[in-house]
């Protein structure tokens, strides 16, 4: 089993920034795949980032809305996954969501991700 929160999330003006954090603990972290995901209101859950890990380094996707404004981190020696969120716009507004999986195929499906934390809401003024 694997438990995560998240924190980080608030209240920011559009242009601003937000770093979020994931902290896992009941798994060896580093052998984890780490996603983010969101879901703004009545929309769907959508892909945000992943970061997987191998003794070659991070390998890590986004999705095409965050590319150039998002990065996704990981510190293994303090299990957590970071995202931090630059020049946010107002349609960032939504809850993340930190997920893990110990294997993934197309790293963007909901369904390949075996745990969740509880979600951070993420609100952004225009």
């Known amino acids: 089993q694997v438990q995560l929160e998240e924190s980080g999330g608030g209240l920011v003006q559009a242009g601003g920034s937000l770093r979020l954090s994931c902290a896992a603990t009941?798994?060896?972290?580093?052998?984890?795949?780490m996603g983010w995901f969101r879901q703004a209101p009545g929309k769907e859950r959508e892909f945000v980032a992943a970061i997987t890990w191998s003794w070659t380094g991070a390998s890590i996707r986004y999705a095409d809305a965050v590319k150039g404004r998002f990065t996704i981190s990981r510190d293994n020696a303090k299990n957590t996954a970071y995202l931090q969120m630059n020049s946010l716009k107002a349609e960032d507004t939504a809850v993340y969501y930190c997920?893990?999986?110990?294997?993934?195929?197309?790293?963007?499906?909901?369904?390949?991700?075996?745990?969740w934390g509880q979600g951070t809401q993420v609100t952004v003024s225009s």
């Open positions: 009941g798994r060896t972290f580093s052998g984890l795949v």
């Open positions: 997920a893990a999986a110990a294997h993934v195929r197309t790293w963007i499906g909901q369904d390949e991700y075996n745990y």
